[in-house]
């Protein structure tokens, strides 16, 4: 795969992308949208991967919004087409991604960066890291799924003051918001997202598959998530994973899951 703004290096059934434009701090334009799609599906069809982190170069930036300059002059109809576009392809890809997805935000996860965060499956942050939905300071709203994801995540008066004030808030605030599962010095950020992916490795991917559908679909208007984790959970009994899994518990063994 050839790529002009992303990064991606596999290490031990870890993908890691890294968005790569640390001098518009790695501001989401067009093209690496596309990008981060395409890196996205090959790396979830990709049976030796398992964990996917996502973060940004440099250490100043995870991704420091939409990339403003490419939609300053955007009529209504070509905004709305760049939110819907932007969602199907990314934001909406990478929730719905069976291999769990991991975020570490690197230093400013604003806008679009943030959105891409929230994203997925989890976040961690380094100390230095400020997080902010500043849209409405362009006049703008957050088209990204900001609205939706933000208050799922920290409640609803929270994601209110966040969006409404457009203001930053540092990783302390954010870990006792739950945005963020864990902060870390930033030269530990990935390293400990690499250990916490190491114990994911350990599990069934295909359960883990399921149990992200699972947990999914209980945020989906009209969808009955107990249902689906009824469906999924009855699936599981008819994979190779779980005949080990129960297999290596009974014997007293690690299981070694073929992934089916
Ligand atoms: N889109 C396009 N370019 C961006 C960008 C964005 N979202 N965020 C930063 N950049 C560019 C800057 O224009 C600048 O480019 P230049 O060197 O060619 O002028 C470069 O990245 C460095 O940013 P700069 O503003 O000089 O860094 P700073 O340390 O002074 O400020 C921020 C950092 C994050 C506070 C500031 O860049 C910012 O407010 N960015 C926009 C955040 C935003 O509103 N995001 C939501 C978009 S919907």
């Given at each position: 795969m050839n790529f002009e703004n992303i990064l991606i290096e596999v290490d031990d059934a870890i993908g890691i992308i890294t968005i790569n434009r640390p001098k518009k701090l790695n501001a989401l334009n067009k093209a690496t949208i596309q990008e981060l799609h395409?890196?996205?599906?090959?790396?979830?069809?990709?049976?030796?991967?398992?964990?996917?982190?996502v973060t940004g170069a440099g250490d100043k930036a995870f991704v420091a919004g939409a990339?403003?300059?490419e939609f300053a002059d955007f009529s209504t109809s070509e905004g709305a087409k760049l939110a819907g576009k932007g969602q199907e392809l990314l934001f909406d890809f990478v929730e719905n991604l069976e291999t769990p997805v991991i975020a570490?935000?690197?230093?400013?996860a604003l806008g679009g960066g943030l959105e891409l965060a929230m994203a997925c499956h989890f976040r961690l942050a380094s100390d230095n890291a400020r997080m902010g939905l500043p849209e409405v300071s362009l006049g703008v709203i957050p088209g990204?799924?900001?609205?939706?994801?933000?208050?799922?995540?920290?409640?609803?008066?929270?994601?209110?003051?966040m969006i409404m004030t457009g203001g930053m808030i540092g990783t302390e605030q954010a870990l006792s918001y739950g945005l963020i599962n864990h902060m870390f010095a930033q030269?530990?950020?990935?390293?400990?997202c690499k250990k916490i992916a190491s114990r994911i490795i350990q599990n069934s991917p295909v359960a883990i598959g399921k149990a992200i559908k699972a947990?999914?679909?209980?945020f989906i208007p009209g969808e009955n998530g107990f249902n689906v984790?009824?469906?999924?959970?009855?699936?599981?009994?008819?994979?190779e994973d779980f005949k080990e899994g129960t297999s290596a518990f009974l014997e007293k063994r690690k299981a070694d899951f073929p992934g089916k």
């Open positions: 395409e890196a996205f599906k090959a790396l979830n069809e990709d049976e030796d991967v398992l964990v996917i982190i990339d403003i300059a570490a935000i690197n230093g400013f990204y799924g900001g609205t939706q994801r933000l208050p799922r995540l920290i409640g609803k008066g929270r994601a209110m003051e030269e530990q950020l990935l390293p400990q947990i999914n679909a209980g984790e009824i469906m999924s959970f009855g699936e599981c009994f008819g994979t």
